[in-house]
């Protein structure tokens, strides 16, 4: 019970991270800005909920092509609104990670909080799920005691083996 209300909690620290844009990089990486016409928007279960992901038709400043991208938000959004591409640093295979956001989502450069937040949520999820775990085993009933069957030993010959010196006897 421990284990899954640590990994419980380490869902709920990503959600919480990126809510409140906390980032160990001490630079607000921005590579592009634009404009961005929503078309539909929905709550993501990735970040449980805080956040808001949009679809919409980009147009980055300088261009007039437009793009279709996901527009991170923490609120929800419609009509036209300002976006920033981000460069959020180093991803699993080694590129950059991009991630398209609006103007206002927030950005924390912040690596005491984001080491704190990283230990302390998913510890307490591991320590809640153990003293839940022991309450939840005091209510469950005792088991039944094993009945312990003892059983006559059965001898074993090996292939090839030839009955024991003991078992022999002579005839005379």
């Known amino acids: 019970m421990g284990v ?18 906390l980032t160990t990089q001490a630079a607000h990486n921005i590579d592009r800005t634009g404009t961005a016409e929503v078309q539909s928007c929905s709550g993501s279960p990735a970040y449980l909920w805080l956040t808001v992901i949009c679809d919409a038709r980009v ?12 527009v991170h938000s923490v609120r929800e959004l419609s009509g036209t609104v300002t976006v920033q591409l981000r460069n ?36 307490l999820g591991l320590v809640l799920g153990f003293l839940a775990g022991n309450r939840l085993s005091r209510l469950l ?14 001898r074993t010959r090996r292939p090839g083996d030839k009955r024991s010196k003991r078992s022999r006897k002579r005839r005379g």
Do not use: N, S, Y
């Open 59 to 70: 147009r980055w400043d300088g261009e007039q092509e437009t793009a279709t991208k996901r």
């Open 141 to 154: 009933p005792e088991p039944a005691p094993e009945k312990l069957v003892l059983r006559p030993m059965a």
């Open 88 to 123: 959020e640093g180093r991803g699993r295979g080694g590129g950059t990670v991009r991630e398209v956001v609006t103007a206002d989502f927030p950005f924390r450069p912040d690596g005491g909080l984001f080491f704190v937040l990283l230990v302390g949520i998913p510890g």
């Open 4 to 21: 899954v209300c640590m990994f419980a909690g380490i869902w709920v620290f990503i959600a919480v991270q990126h809510r409140m844009g």
